[in-house]
């Protein structure tokens, strides 16, 4: 007789990104084996996780080229979809993954393109540096800055003129909104189904909320309702995009890196670091991690 098939239980990791403290980030689960899960498996996985996002890595397609045994395909999960990228998911299983196969160069295929990380020992601590997708500024109609406005309980006067609303895009779609004080950054009440309904109209991931301190520091917020989660503490995506928009805006320079602060307000704060090179139209984006321990 044949023996009953035997179904092996992944292994799920938790890891956060961009802090080297467990409490801060942004919590992502990791499956580094996802051989056999179908999508119903791994949307249920995300969802009992409860994060933004689950990354899964599974063989890699034809022709996708990188080193043997560091090259894959990856999905990202949220706890109601699937969406195109996630950053600081990427981050968490690259340095997931280079903790147990040491540092080096990782190619991941993803529903948004090809995403090259390279993950760095820097004296003890492990970095993670993703590189974007082919970027993407895009025009906002005046009406749906109102709405999204409505949705927040923003005025129009709460906005930096100096930064105008655009959606971004680096892996998936972004409404970037510049806040024009701290305060305003800071107290963050929204509509959440009004808000979710609008981002569904846009095929928008999340909102990029941001306030300038200087020339290169920013505050950042980005809620996060089509994923069924009221805020993401530390987006590498949305980071991505943001930097762009930057660029695509003369906000910057050309060559330039723009640090990113991200999760203060909710008791999570991480750091994100977004580099711009003249010439190449991609970001990149880099950060800590570390695993979370499971409680019991």
């Given amino acids: 007789m044949t023996p009953p098939a035997t179904h092996r239980s992944p292994e799920i990791l938790r890891y956060t990104?961009?802090?080297t403290d467990?409490?801060?980030?942004?919590?992502?689960?990791?499956?580094?084996?996802?051989?056999g899960l179908d999508d119903a498996a791994q949307l249920a996985i995300a969802a009992e996780l409860g994060y933004s996002e689950t990354a899964f890595l599974t063989a890699p397609p034809a022709g996708l080229g990188g080193e043997p045994g560091r090259a894959f395909t990856v999905r990202y999960f949220s706890p109601q979809a699937e969406v195109p990228f996630c950053g600081h998911a990427t981050v968490a299983t690259a340095i997931a993954f280079a903790e147990r196969h040491g540092p080096g160069d990782l190619l991941l295929a993803t529903r948004a393109g090809t995403v090259p990380v390279t993950v760095a020992d820097e004296g003890g601590?492990?970095?993670?540096?993703?590189?974007?997708?082919?970027?993407?500024?895009l025009d906002v109609a005046g009406d749906d800055v109102g709405e999204a406005l409505g949705a927040l309980g923003w005025q129009t006067s709460d906005l930096d003129p100096a930064l105008p609303p655009r959606i971004a895009y680096a892996g998936a779609r972004h409404l970037v909104l510049a806040a024009a004080t701290r305060s305003r950054l800071a107290d963050l009440t929204y509509d959440f189904d009004r808000l979710t309904a609008f981002?569904?109209?846009?095929?928008?991931?999340?909102?990029?909320?941001?306030w300038r301190e200087s020339e290169t520091?920013?505050?950042?917020?980005?809620?996060?309702?089509?994923?069924?989660?009221?805020?993401?503490?530390?987006?590498g995506a949305a980071a991505a995009a943001f930097g762009a928009y930057a660029r695509e805006l003369g906000l910057?320079?050309?060559?330039?890196?723009l640090t990113l602060h991200q999760g203060a307000d909710m008791g999570r704060p991480?750091?994100?670091?977004?580099?711009?090179?003249?010439?190449?139209?991609?970001?990149?984006?880099?950060?800590?991690?570390?695993?979370?321990?499971?409680?019991?």
Wanted: hydrophobic letters at 45%; glycine letters at 10%; zero cysteines.
């Fill in 270 to 296: 991480g750091e994100l670091t977004v580099a711009l090179r003249a010439g190449d139209a991609r970001v990149r984006v880099s950060g800590t991690g570390t695993r979370i321990a499971e409680s019991g």
């Fill in 125 to 137: 601590a492990l970095r993670a540096t993703l590189t974007s997708v082919e970027p993407a500024v």
């Fill in 22 to 35: 467990p409490a801060g980030g942004n919590p992502a689960g990791v499956v580094l084996d996802a051989a």
């Fill in 252 to 257: 910057v320079a050309e060559d330039a890196v």
């Fill in 199 to 210: 981002m569904h109209t846009l095929d928008l991931t999340t909102l990029q909320l941001v």
């Fill in 217 to 235: 520091v920013f505050h950042v917020r980005d809620p996060f309702p089509v994923g069924g989660v009221v805020e993401d503490p530390a987006t």
């Fill in 17 to 19: 990104a961009f802090s």
